[in-house]
Protein backbone atom coordinates (compact mmCIF):
# COMPACT_ATOMS: atom_id res chain seq x y z
CA UNK A 1 0.00 0.00 0.00
CA UNK A 2 1.30 3.30 -1.23
CA UNK A 3 2.20 6.54 1.39
CA UNK A 4 0.10 9.74 0.31
CA UNK A 5 2.15 12.71 1.69
CA UNK A 6 -0.08 15.04 0.78
CA UNK A 7 -2.92 13.24 2.71
CA UNK A 8 -1.23 12.28 5.31
CA UNK A 9 0.31 15.37 5.92
CA UNK A 10 -2.62 18.48 5.58
CA UNK A 11 -0.02 21.06 6.79
CA UNK A 12 2.53 20.58 3.08
CA UNK A 13 -0.27 20.67 1.29
CA UNK A 14 -0.01 23.94 -1.33
CA UNK A 15 3.32 24.57 0.13
CA UNK A 16 5.75 25.52 -2.57
CA UNK A 17 8.69 25.32 -0.78
CA UNK A 18 8.35 21.51 0.24
CA UNK A 19 9.84 19.55 -2.64
CA UNK A 20 7.12 16.74 -2.13
CA UNK A 21 4.69 18.99 -3.57
CA UNK A 22 6.50 19.84 -7.11
CA UNK A 23 3.64 21.92 -8.03
CA UNK A 24 6.29 24.86 -9.75
CA UNK A 25 3.86 27.46 -8.43
CA UNK A 26 6.46 29.39 -6.72
CA UNK A 27 3.47 32.71 -5.70
CA UNK A 28 4.09 35.78 -6.05
CA UNK A 29 7.26 38.13 -5.79
CA UNK A 30 7.06 41.90 -5.28
CA UNK A 31 10.21 44.05 -5.17
CA UNK A 32 10.99 47.69 -6.00
CA UNK A 33 12.15 48.46 -10.10
CA UNK A 34 15.24 50.27 -8.10
CA UNK A 35 16.01 47.21 -6.43
CA UNK A 36 15.78 44.80 -8.83
CA UNK A 37 17.72 47.18 -11.52
CA UNK A 38 20.31 47.81 -8.64
CA UNK A 39 20.50 44.04 -7.47
CA UNK A 40 21.60 43.39 -11.84
CA UNK A 41 23.78 46.26 -11.60
CA UNK A 42 25.82 45.24 -9.08
CA UNK A 43 26.00 41.87 -10.21
CA UNK A 44 27.09 42.02 -13.33
CA UNK A 45 29.62 44.84 -13.37
CA UNK A 46 32.75 44.29 -15.82
CA UNK A 47 35.41 45.90 -15.28
CA UNK A 48 38.04 47.12 -18.05
CA UNK A 49 41.31 45.45 -18.15
CA UNK A 50 43.67 48.18 -17.64
CA UNK A 51 46.51 48.35 -15.35
CA UNK A 52 48.86 51.67 -15.22
CA UNK A 53 51.57 50.47 -12.81
CA UNK A 54 52.35 48.35 -9.27
CA UNK A 55 48.96 48.64 -8.21
CA UNK A 56 47.53 46.87 -11.40
CA UNK A 57 49.00 43.29 -10.00
CA UNK A 58 47.21 43.88 -7.01
CA UNK A 59 44.39 43.95 -9.06
CA UNK A 60 45.53 40.92 -11.12
CA UNK A 61 45.76 39.26 -7.86
CA UNK A 62 41.99 40.04 -6.81
CA UNK A 63 41.13 38.70 -10.14
CA UNK A 64 43.18 34.87 -8.97
CA UNK A 65 41.76 31.90 -6.90
CA UNK A 66 42.41 33.45 -3.58
CA UNK A 67 40.16 36.33 -3.69
CA UNK A 68 38.12 35.39 -6.70
CA UNK A 69 36.27 38.18 -8.01
CA UNK A 70 34.01 35.93 -9.89
CA UNK A 71 31.77 35.74 -6.66
CA UNK A 72 30.57 39.20 -7.96
CA UNK A 73 30.04 38.19 -11.66
CA UNK A 74 33.08 40.53 -12.37
CA UNK A 75 35.13 37.03 -13.49
CA UNK A 76 35.09 39.15 -17.51
CA UNK A 77 37.68 41.58 -17.78
CA UNK A 78 36.94 43.45 -20.74
CA UNK A 79 39.52 44.65 -23.26
CA UNK A 80 37.29 46.59 -24.60
CA UNK A 81 35.93 50.11 -23.25
CA UNK A 82 32.20 49.45 -24.54
CA UNK A 83 32.02 46.37 -23.33
CA UNK A 84 32.85 47.36 -19.50
CA UNK A 85 31.44 49.17 -16.61
CA UNK A 86 33.70 49.97 -14.32
CA UNK A 87 37.25 51.42 -14.47
CA UNK A 88 39.66 50.60 -12.08
CA UNK A 89 42.62 52.77 -12.18
CA UNK A 90 45.21 51.12 -10.63
CA UNK A 91 48.37 53.23 -10.72
CA UNK A 92 49.50 56.61 -10.93
CA UNK A 93 48.40 58.79 -14.20
CA UNK A 94 51.15 60.40 -16.24
CA UNK A 95 50.38 63.71 -17.76
CA UNK A 96 51.32 61.80 -20.94
CA UNK A 97 48.55 59.15 -20.32
CA UNK A 98 45.56 61.43 -19.08
CA UNK A 99 43.88 62.16 -22.26
CA UNK A 100 44.20 58.79 -23.17
CA UNK A 101 42.62 57.59 -19.70
CA UNK A 102 39.64 59.97 -20.33
CA UNK A 103 39.05 59.29 -23.76
CA UNK A 104 38.84 55.03 -23.27
CA UNK A 105 36.63 56.46 -20.22
CA UNK A 106 34.13 58.61 -22.49
CA UNK A 107 34.16 54.99 -24.33
CA UNK A 108 32.59 52.93 -21.89
CA UNK A 109 28.80 53.02 -21.98
CA UNK A 110 26.57 54.70 -19.27
CA UNK A 111 26.22 53.96 -16.72
CA UNK A 112 29.91 53.62 -15.33
CA UNK A 113 31.87 53.98 -12.29
CA UNK A 114 35.57 54.31 -11.64
CA UNK A 115 37.19 53.11 -8.51
CA UNK A 116 40.49 55.14 -7.85
CA UNK A 117 43.11 52.21 -6.77
CA UNK A 118 46.03 52.82 -4.65
CA UNK A 119 47.48 56.49 -3.41
CA UNK A 120 49.49 57.54 -6.88
CA UNK A 121 46.23 56.85 -8.33
CA UNK A 122 44.03 59.34 -5.60
CA UNK A 123 46.74 61.76 -5.23
CA UNK A 124 49.89 61.06 -6.91
CA UNK A 125 51.45 59.23 -4.00
CA UNK A 126 55.08 59.46 -3.40
CA UNK A 127 55.53 60.61 -7.46
CA UNK A 128 54.87 64.73 -6.32
CA UNK A 129 56.18 65.78 -9.52
CA UNK A 130 55.25 67.76 -12.93
CA UNK A 131 55.05 64.17 -14.95
CA UNK A 132 52.52 62.40 -12.78
CA UNK A 133 48.68 63.82 -12.19
CA UNK A 134 47.94 64.48 -8.38
CA UNK A 135 44.78 62.91 -8.43
CA UNK A 136 42.85 60.82 -11.46
CA UNK A 137 39.49 62.66 -10.02
CA UNK A 138 41.47 66.02 -12.17
CA UNK A 139 40.70 63.70 -14.97
CA UNK A 140 37.51 61.79 -14.47
CA UNK A 141 35.05 61.52 -11.65
CA UNK A 142 35.66 58.80 -8.74
CA UNK A 143 33.15 56.69 -6.71
CA UNK A 144 34.96 55.25 -4.50
CA UNK A 145 39.31 55.59 -3.54
CA UNK A 146 41.18 52.61 -2.24
CA UNK A 147 43.93 53.65 -0.04
CA UNK A 148 47.48 51.99 0.22
CA UNK A 149 50.71 51.48 -1.67
CA UNK A 150 50.10 48.95 -3.57
CA UNK A 151 46.43 48.15 -1.89
CA UNK A 152 45.94 44.37 -1.19
CA UNK A 153 43.40 42.42 -3.02
CA UNK A 154 41.21 42.83 0.03
CA UNK A 155 41.20 46.62 0.17
CA UNK A 156 40.26 46.50 -3.49
CA UNK A 157 37.61 44.19 -2.78
CA UNK A 158 36.26 46.16 0.29
CA UNK A 159 36.21 49.00 -2.26
CA UNK A 160 33.93 47.03 -4.94
CA UNK A 161 31.45 46.15 -1.96
CA UNK A 162 31.56 49.99 -1.18
CA UNK A 163 30.60 50.94 -4.77
CA UNK A 164 28.10 48.37 -5.01
CA UNK A 165 26.59 49.87 -1.76
CA UNK A 166 26.79 53.43 -3.29
CA UNK A 167 24.81 51.84 -6.36
CA UNK A 168 22.49 50.06 -4.41
CA UNK A 169 21.29 53.68 -2.92
CA UNK A 170 20.32 55.14 -6.73
CA UNK A 171 17.03 55.92 -7.51
CA UNK A 172 15.10 56.54 -10.85
CA UNK A 173 12.58 58.66 -12.05
CA UNK A 174 9.92 57.91 -14.51
CA UNK A 175 10.48 60.60 -17.95
CA UNK A 176 7.91 61.45 -20.77
S1 LIG B 1 50.37 53.36 -4.96
FE1 LIG B 1 52.32 52.25 -4.67
S2 LIG B 1 51.94 50.24 -5.63
FE2 LIG B 1 50.37 51.66 -6.42
S3 LIG B 1 51.21 52.48 -8.33
FE3 LIG B 1 51.78 53.88 -6.66
S4 LIG B 1 53.85 53.20 -6.04
FE4 LIG B 1 52.90 51.52 -7.21
Not at 35 to 42: C, E, L, P, S
Not at 105 to 130: H, L, T
Request: one cysteine or more; hydrophobic letters at 40%.
Amino acid sequence: MGIDLQKDNPSIQGDPTNSTTKTGNVGVVTARIDDVVNWARTNSMWPMLFGLACCAIEMMGAQAANYDMSRFGMELMRASPRQSDLMIVAGRVSRKMAPVLRRLYDQMPDPKWVISMGDCASCGGVFNNYAIVQGVDEVVPVDVYVAGCPPRPEALIHGIMTLHEKVKQERFKLVG
